[in-house]
């Protein structure tokens, strides 16, 4: 079952903070969060793993509530660059290949 | 840098038509994926492979089929094309174990750019 990301979409002016959430019905080991801009492949952005760990990866950063079986990404003082869309994927166990993708977050950043 | 080649950018078939979708990586990745991706509904997987010749079926596989038969090239294959698998395709792979010895469930996807199918 896919994870609900939220919002569907964001528009932000340049500097702004903005949260994407990521909610799964099952247990996670681990989520994934990539980001995909207009016409290329999704690139990888960080993984937060079973423990609640948060993570960074320049002004953006993510933390992982496993009781709740969420997680969310934080981007601050977004940048033009931050336009995308951002997809999480969530893995339900550690012996699990494959990522399963929410529907995405469309953000857009203007001047 | 990881490079995963999707052959066809764009593609234009017919309805019946058998299609091929192809799929290079570069890095020795144990693990190869086929994911469709439609607005709306982000990225679902068809079906992927951990090994030469292995395979197993993702959350929509019917009316798909692959092919591992070298461990860089994954293939997948339309049967009898359809207008409803008119789509993008995206290709990903990743390493059975990570740097840090993490476990599959940690591995980090290195996708294709895609490729645009049309079925008319």
């Known amino acids: 079952q896919q994870p609900v990301q939220s919002p569907q979409a964001v528009i932000l002016r340049e500097g702004e903070d903005a949260v994407i959430n990521c909610s799964s019905s099952k247990a996670l080991y681990s989520v994934h969060w990539y980001r995909q801009k207009h016409g290329e492949a999704p690139v990888f952005l960080m993984i937060?793993?079973?423990?609640?760990e948060q993570k960074g990866h320049e002004k953006i950063s993510a933390s992982f509530n496993e009781k709740k079986q969420q997680s969310s990404l934080y981007l601050t003082a977004s940048q033009l660059s931050y336009s995308g869309t951002y997809f999480c994927?969530?893995?339900?166990?550690?012996?699990?290949?494959?990522?399963?993708f929410g529907s995405g977050t469309r953000l857009l950043v203007r001047p | 840098d990881v490079k995963v080649t999707q052959s066809s950018r764009y593609l234009v078939k017919r309805t019946g038509e058998k299609v091929f979708l192809e799929c290079v990586q570069d890095m020795d990745h144990e693990n190869m994926f086929w994911y469709r991706q439609d607005p709306g509904l982000g990225l679902r997987l068809i079906y992927f492979?951990?090994?030469?010749?292995?395979?197993e079926k993702g959350d929509i596989p019917e009316g798909y089929s692959v092919s591992r038969e070298k461990k860089e090239r994954f293939s997948l294959i339309l049967e009898s094309a359809s207008t409803n698998q008119t789509s993008m395709y995206l290709c990903?792979?990743?390493?059975?174990?990570?740097?840090?010895?993490?476990?599959?469930?940690?591995?980090?996807?290195?996708f294709g750019a895609g490729s645009r199918l049309t079925v008319l």
């Open positions: 994927g969530t893995s339900p166990k550690a012996s699990s290949y494959k990522l399963i």
């Open positions: 937060l793993l079973k423990g609640g």
């Open positions: 990903a792979s990743s390493p059975l174990y990570t740097n840090q010895g993490y476990s599959s469930g940690a591995n980090v996807l290195t």
């Open positions: 492979s951990y090994d030469v010749k292995m395979k």
